[in-house]
């Protein structure tokens, strides 16, 4: 075996930096590609609290509608509603209101961030 001569040293040098370099980006890559998977993660858990969420604004939508249209007729009906004071009825109803927009909104906002 013959000795290697000065310009097969260099290229050997060279190539041996290029392989710590591959080394190098394989060790980043490798990174990146966990830190991708846990975000996944993220973003799927996220989408089912989304999709929970949807379902509980459903549900309470619908409560919210139904003891609407149940102040609604007993409203009608009371003697006490037909003043301009507002009656407990009346003052739920706007409580169940505002904490139905503000789910809303919470949906909006959670909408818009999975997008």
Known sequence: MSRLDSEEKEELRNLKGE???LRQTQATLR????????ALTNVSENQDLIEDL?????QLEGIVSLLCNNCSRQSDDDPEAQG??????????????????????????????ST
Request: glycine share 0%; no cysteine; hydrophobic share 35%.
């Open 31 to 38: 990174d990146n590609i966990s830190e991708l998977s846990e």
């Open 84 to 113: 301009n004071q507002p009656t407990l009825r009346d003052q739920n109803y706007e409580r169940l209101r505002a904490e139905l927009d503000q789910v809303s909104m919470i949906r909006i906002k959670r909408s818009m961030l």
């Open 19 to 21: 392989v710590a370099t």
């Open 54 to 58: 949807r379902q509980k604004y459903v």
